[in-house]
């Protein structure tokens, strides 16, 4: 199990500085919005980065994906967006991605703490990924669930870089009474108050805490074909000590998959 897991930490760090690394992602449970994913026949908590209907898999149907940094898979979700991110306008590259990831991680280290959500042992996927249980009013699922509406709401502002005013962010429980509506939407707000109040250049030069990557699948927008490209949550650890001394260019990038190791 350790090699393999070495063996997806390589591959995420390899995704930062080359081409995508492919995995098997096959469904275990979700609701559309989160849920859990097996890749690579490892269990991972992950949250929709698409939203725009594109299908996830069932329990025990796969699909092929690619795994990118986050960063780097911004702009992979389909054909059209990354057009729009490489051919239409290549600049944001370098402008928008970048902020708007910033603000992404900011909003995971901050409101889905690894230190203090995913309990003593720091491991997420020990949460219960019942589907049936999404809609309790517990701190853990309606952190995941808040934060997923966030990035889906920042997947619609294609070229937003200033985020001092997020009234254009819609709260997916704005006046919802039911106690879990109420206080999700209560956390997405808090988050909104949060991030507007940083200011501009906080985001200039914001590192995350933790590591997040995106399993994507480039297909056409709306097509059944179109796999749902996820944000994956989980802790990665640090490779083998052989697989470091065939990876010692890499030494820098791994630090934060030696801080998190399981």
Not at 14 to 43: K, L, P, R
Not at 250 to 259: D, S
Request: glycine fraction near 8%.
């Amino acid at each position: 199990m350790k090699f393999r897991l070495a063996i997806l930490a390589l591959a995420l760090v390899f995704s930062n500085v080359s081409h995508a690394q492919t995995a098997t992602v096959t469904g275990v449970d979700d609701n559309g919005f989160a849920g859990v994913y097996n890749i690579d026949g490892i269990d991972f908590w992950w949250m929709c980065a698409e939203p725009n209907g594109s299908p996830n898999p069932a329990n025990g149907v796969q699909y092929t994906a690619n795994l990118f940094s986050f960063t780097n898979g911004w702009d992979e979700q389909n054909t059209t967006r990354f057009e729009y991110f490489n051919v239409t306008n290549p600049g944001y590259q370098t402008s928008v991605i970048p902020r708007q990831v910033a603000v992404m991680q900011y909003v995971l280290d901050n409101y889905l703490p690894w230190d203090t959500l995913a309990g003593a042992s720091g491991r997420f996927i020990e949460q219960d990924s019942n589907s049936a249980l999404y809609d309790n009013n517990t701190t853990f699922y309606n952190s995941i669930f808040a934060v997923q509406n966030f990035i889906s709401e920042m997947y619609g502002k294609e070229a937003q870089t200033d985020f001092s005013d997020l009234s254009n962010f819609v709260d997916n429980w704005d006046g919802d009474v039911d106690p879990t509506g109420a206080a999700r939407s209560a956390y997405f707000q808090t988050i909104l108050n949060d991030v507007e109040g940083l200011g501009s250049g906080f985001w200039d030069t914001y590192t995350p805490e933790q590591q997040y990557y995106m399993a994507s699948f480039q297909g056409i927008e709306g097509d059944p074909g179109n796999w749902q490209d996820v944000l994956v949550i989980g802790l990665v650890p640090e490779p083998s000590g052989a697989l470091l001394i065939a990876c010692t260019g890499l030494t820098i990038m791994l630090r934060r998959f030696r801080r998190n190791a399981r």
